[in-house]
């Protein structure tokens, strides 16, 4: 992986590769699901929540990040507002505009408000790589004289579809073609 990397970033990157996907991430951080999603085209997120609203070939599903509970579901067939990138939400929050991203574009924070952070393995392609980084670090920096301390993410089952924080940054979701999986903090 060292042709076209710049040399003050190979070090780096062996670091990175060198990590272990164990998918056990640091306190406080746990997983608390992964929900199965044949065809997974969108997902977003209420403002100021943790519902993750899911949109598939097989309709749109209302997810509770904190608890990785299904809590609602709409089996019709439902195609989001593209131009906008929103999407109508279902159950509890019936009628709310969601912003969604997926494979018509759009992202989720790659940030939470207390500086964790999320990102994508620069050089990783085709296999996409995920890193969750602590505040004052990421994938590429740490401060001098502080131990890097970065955790691959587990392997994805399927092509990436998004991925990042809820806006509480108290979940950190990544959806793939197949699935959702969920971890959350207290």
Same mark, same amino acid.
């Not at 999603?37 to 977003?44: A, C, D, N, P, Q």
């Given at each position: 992986?060292?042709?076209?990397?710049?040399?003050?970033?190979?070090?780096?990157?062996?670091?990175?590769d060198?990590?272990?996907?164990?998918?056990?991430?640091? &306190?406080?951080?746990?997983?608390?699901?992964?929900?199965h999603?044949?065809?997974?085209?969108?997902?977003?997120f209420?403002?100021?929540?943790?519902?993750?609203?899911?949109?598939?070939?097989?309709?749109?599903?209302?997810? &509770?990040?904190?608890?990785?509970?299904?809590?609602?579901?709409?089996d019709?067939?439902?195609?989001?507002?593209?131009?906008?990138?929103e999407?109508?939400?279902?159950?509890?929050?019936?009628n709310q505009?969601?912003?969604i991203?997926?494979?018509?574009?759009?992202?989720?924070?790659?940030?939470?408000? &207390?500086?964790?952070?999320?990102?994508l393995?620069?050089?990783?392609?085709?296999n996409?790589?995920l890193?969750?980084?602590?505040? &004052?670090?990421?994938?590429?920096?740490?401060?001098?004289?502080?131990?890097?301390?970065l955790?691959?993410?587990?392997?994805?089952a399927?092509?990436?579809v998004?991925?990042?924080?809820?806006?509480?940054?108290?979940?950190?979701?990544?959806a793939?073609?197949?699935?959702v999986?969920?971890f959350?903090?207290?």
């Open positions: 992986m060292t042709g076209g990397v710049p040399s003050h970033l190979r070090s780096r990157f062996a670091y990175l060198s990590l272990d996907p164990s998918g056990v991430l640091p &306190d406080p951080w746990r997983e608390v699901g992964v929900i999603v044949g065809g997974l085209w969108h997902i977003g209420a403002d100021h929540t943790d519902l993750m609203l899911i949109i598939s070939v097989s309709g749109r599903g209302l997810v &509770d990040c904190a608890t990785g509970t299904k809590i609602a579901r709409d019709r067939e439902y195609f989001p507002a593209l131009g906008s990138l999407a109508e939400g279902i159950g509890a929050l019936e505009p969601i912003r991203a997926g494979i018509h574009g759009g992202a989720l924070s790659r940030f939470s408000s &207390d500086g964790w952070s999320v990102d393995h620069p050089l990783s392609w085709p996409e790589v890193f969750l980084s602590p505040p &004052d670090q990421g994938k590429i920096w740490t401060p001098e004289g502080v131990e890097a301390q955790w691959k993410l587990p392997p994805l399927s092509s990436l998004a991925f990042g924080f809820s806006p509480t940054g108290k979940s950190l979701v990544v793939t073609s197949s699935d999986r969920i959350h903090r207290g």
